[in-house]
């Protein structure tokens, strides 16, 4: 399991031109599922994300986590996070989860990261085309990748 996270001052989703997922102050994490993804991976993820210590407190020192700042998540499913670009110039994908098994554990991972935030997060739509609009802080950008 691999995502990308960035810490943002706002961000939304827009699918067919209709916004389907927006937050203030938080995170945005691009999430990208591999055939080996366990519920154990996802378990470990959501740990990770709501104990990451990347916002900054009243010394502008990056000491706080998501809670302490009481922000959102808005979470896309991406693939492409996946892309080997070693042979030739177009990506393969096939380290990238088939959709069938891919969705259920985005969704997974998606209910479970509300639990652990304790406020709904808000998702893309798997699967389809969208356009993220994001006004980055800092910017801060950091991937995770959970080992297999």
């Known amino acids: 399991m691999r ?9 939304q989703v827009t ?3 209709q916004v389907i997922g927006q ?8 999430v990208g599922i591999s055939p080996a993804d366990t519920e154990q991976q996802v378990d ?7 104990s990451l210590r990347i916002f900054e407190d009243e010394n502008e020192k990056m000491n706080l986590n998501i809670h302490q700042i009481n922000g959102g998540i808005l979470s896309i499913s991406q693939f492409t996070l ?4 070693h042979k030739g110039n177009r990506p393969s994908f096939q380290d990238a ?3 069938d098994l891919a969705e259920p554990l985005y969704n997974t991972f998606n209910q479970r990261l509300t639990v652990a935030l304790g406020q709904p997060v808000q998702v893309g739509k798997f ?4 356009q993220i609009t994001t006004l980055n802080d800092g910017p801060v950008t950091i991937n995770l990748e959970c080992e297999r």
């Open 97 to 99: 989860a088939k959709p």
């Open 3 to 11: 995502v990308t996270l960035q810490r943002v001052k706002s961000a």
């Open 15 to 17: 699918v067919n031109e």
């Open 44 to 50: 470990k993820m959501v740990h990770k994300i709501v």
């Open 23 to 30: 937050i203030e102050t938080g995170l945005l994490l691009f």
């Open 127 to 130: 699967g389809a085309n969208m």
């Open 82 to 85: 996946y892309a080997d670009t």
